[in-house]
């Protein structure tokens, strides 16, 4: 067989058969898939113990339960197992959650098969314990005790209630500070909860915190590049440990039950991302 001479361009220089082809592009697939393992193993890391990370924001609109479900379900989806998402708002006393405070405060510690009877439908990768379950020091303090049992990590929506909200931010080793870039309100709240836990003596957890801000809806690179979010962005990144910016979703936007795989691929890297750098301050 007569083996003939490879074909060239002009130049003499040989043609690949790949022409056309980006020769960085295998140089940066290799650099994000680095980087997403970088990511994912900073996620399943090991605490060394129960932690709890408090979603705070007293401010109207500002997404606070939606961010403890996305913040969840972003450990879940790495992590697998031992998270749990916990809405520490006040129910009356016939609530799953309050039922568990009373047995808890009571001297029962419920296995984990008892205790699933007192959560609520599970989530996206993570349980759920509703609202009720944090309504007075004692009941909060041995729920959070119960949980410690049996998760590793505890994603809390401190709610809005003044009391409740204290002895769930004192119990909290990390902060996720959320604000809506849809809601000025939402971002001089949280101006305004930063300055109270600084004279409370919560400076360190100020420091330590992670805010994030949400985009307003339809505006995401418009918003990127206004003013205001980067007076938001400056103050908070000054103040805090870190901030991030989360695409708005419709998915989210449309009130339903939030599956985090129909998220899109924008919103699902972000929350990856927060979770890595809530894992790493932990």
């Keep these: 067989m007569r083996i003939g001479r490879p074909r060239t361009r ?4 040989p043609v690949s058969h790949q022409a056309g082809r980006n020769p960085d592009a295998p140089r940066r697939g290799s650099a994000k898939a680095a980087a997403d393992a970088d990511r994912d193993d900073a996620i399943r890391r090991s605490f060394g113990g129960f ?18 479900r996305l ?4 450990f879940g989806q790495v992590r697998g197992v031992g998270v749990v998402a916990w809405d520490t708002t006040v129910a009356d006393d016939r609530s799953r959650g309050a039922a568990l405070a009373n047995l808890a405060a009571g001297g029962t510690q ?37 949980i410690a049992r049996h998760y590793q990590l505890a994603i809390v929506d401190s709610g809005a209630d003044g009391e409740t909200f204290q002895r769930v931010v004192d119990a909290s080793d990390q902060l ?11 971002g001089s709240a949280a101006v305004r909860l930063l300055d109270q836990l600084e004279r409370d003596g919560q400076r360190r957890l100020v420091r330590h915190a992670v805010t994030v801000i949400t985009a307003a809806p339809g505006r995401f690179e418009a918003v990127r590049r206004d003013s205001d979010l980067s007076t938001i962005q400056g103050h908070f990144g000054s103040r805090t440990r870190v901030v991030h910016v989360v695409p708005h979703d419709k998915v989210i936007a449309s009130a339903g039950p939030v599956r985090f795989e ?4 924008a919103t699902r890297t972000a929350w990856l991302r927060i979770a890595a750098d809530i894992a790493r301050g932990l």
Excluded: H, K, M, W
Aim: charged share 10%; net charge negative; aromatic share 4%.
């Design 110 to 146: 419920p296995g984990r098969g008892q205790l699933g009877g007192y959560l609520d439908p599970p989530g996206d990768g993570y349980d759920v314990l509703g609202p009720g379950a944090a309504g007075s020091d004692a009941g909060f303090a041995a729920v959070r005790n119960t």
């Design 176 to 186: 996720l500070v959320i604000i809506s870039a849809a809601s000025g309100a939402s």
């Design 71 to 74: 913040l969840a379900a972003a």
């Design 10 to 13: 002009g130049t003499g220089e």
């Design 262 to 265: 129909a998220l899109s691929a």
């Design 51 to 68: 932690r709890q990370v408090t979603v705070v924001n007293p401010g109207p609109g500002a997404g606070r339960t939606t961010a403890t």
